[in-house]
């Protein structure tokens, strides 16, 4: 579905120089897959799920959807095919705090061009264990409900890619594992491809493939990637 080649981020740096923030030199994502991105903090995890999810231009490589360039190597995909085609769980959320979670859900419809439907919000809500919360304000709520409510924003749009970063971040045993099997019931039952950025040993095991970043620095020669992994 996805194939990625010599991606690579990079930023000025006081000296006169670049930094680079990330450097993938292959990456293919597959219908249906479950990936896991690892490695330590600084190594391009956010920075890889955000040009994977054409929310932010890589500085160079070449990245394609079925075979089909979504623009320039540093352009971003276009805000309607991005909204259709990727379902994104970020650290922050992104939950609209002056909004009850059944307006939250209903914007999200809306933005995606869907006509507005309560009820199908309401079942959502339900599903992700939020019954009785629609009318609750994020700011009310656990970490772990927002969570879940984010997952059921996603759920809204059978998305082809969810990207989740550390989705279990600041949650408990219970919470996190209650949030992958989420995650991942929606991926199966929806043939999504599944990409989430973690650190968490328990998530790594959930998912079906590893791919592992490591920290690059000052511009220069991508290091080779771990035994076993693709090229990173």
């Given at each position: 579905?996805?194939?990625?080649?010599?991606?690579?981020?990079?930023?000025?740096?006081?000296?006169?120089?670049?930094?680079?923030?990330?450097?993938?030199?292959?990456?293919?994502?597959?219908?249906?897959?479950?990936?896991?991105?690892?490695?330590?903090?600084?190594?391009?995890?956010?920075?890889?799920?955000?040009?994977?999810?054409?929310?932010?231009?890589?500085?160079?490589?070449?990245?394609?959807?079925?075979?089909?360039?979504?623009?320039?190597?540093?352009?971003?995909?276009?805000?309607k095919m991005r909204a259709r085609r990727v379902g994104f769980v970020f650290q922050d959320?992104?939950?609209?705090?002056?909004?009850?979670?059944?307006?939250?859900l209903a914007a999200a419809m809306c933005f995606l061009g869907l006509e507005c439907d309560?009820?199908?919000?309401?079942?959502?809500?339900?599903?992700?264990?939020?019954?009785?919360?629609?009318?609750?304000?994020?700011?009310?709520?656990?970490?772990?409900?927002?969570?879940?409510?984010?997952?059921?924003?996603?759920?809204?749009?059978?998305?082809?890619?969810?990207?989740?970063?550390?989705?279990?971040?600041?949650?408990?045993?219970?919470?996190?594992?209650?949030?992958?099997?989420?995650?991942?019931?929606?991926?199966?039952?929806?043939?999504?491809?599944?990409?989430?950025?973690?650190?968490?040993?328990?998530?790594?095991?959930?998912?079906?493939?590893?791919?592992?970043?490591?920290?690059?620095g000052k511009a220069g020669p991508p290091r080779p990637a771990a035994e076993g992994g693709?090229?990173?």
């Amino acid at each position: 579905m996805i194939e990625a080649r010599d991606l690579r981020k990079e930023y000025s740096a006081p000296d006169g120089g670049s930094v680079t923030a990330m450097h993938v030199e292959s990456l293919s994502v597959e219908r249906g897959e479950q990936i896991a991105v690892v490695g330590p903090s600084g190594s391009g995890k956010t920075t890889l799920l955000s040009i994977l999810g054409g929310v932010l231009a890589s500085t160079s490589g070449d990245i394609r959807w079925d075979g089909e360039p979504w623009g320039k190597a540093a352009g971003r995909m276009p805000a309607k095919m991005r909204a259709r085609r990727v379902g994104f769980v970020f650290q922050d959320l992104n939950l609209i705090p002056s909004l009850t979670l059944l307006e939250n859900l209903a914007a999200a419809m809306c933005f995606l061009g869907l006509e507005c439907d309560g009820e199908k919000c309401r079942l959502l809500l339900e599903r992700v264990g939020l019954a009785g919360k629609e009318g609750h304000k994020p700011e009310a709520l656990s970490r772990g409900e927002r969570q879940r409510a984010a997952i059921a924003r996603v759920a809204l749009h059978a998305h082809p890619l969810v990207l989740a970063d550390e989705p279990t971040a600041s949650l408990d045993g219970e919470s996190a594992a209650m949030a992958m099997d989420l995650l991942c019931g929606l991926a199966r039952g929806n043939q999504s491809a599944l990409v989430v950025a973690t650190h968490d040993p328990l998530v790594m095991e959930r998912l079906e493939r590893r791919v592992e970043l490591r920290p690059i620095g000052k511009a220069g020669p991508p290091r080779p990637a771990a035994e076993g992994g693709p090229t990173i």
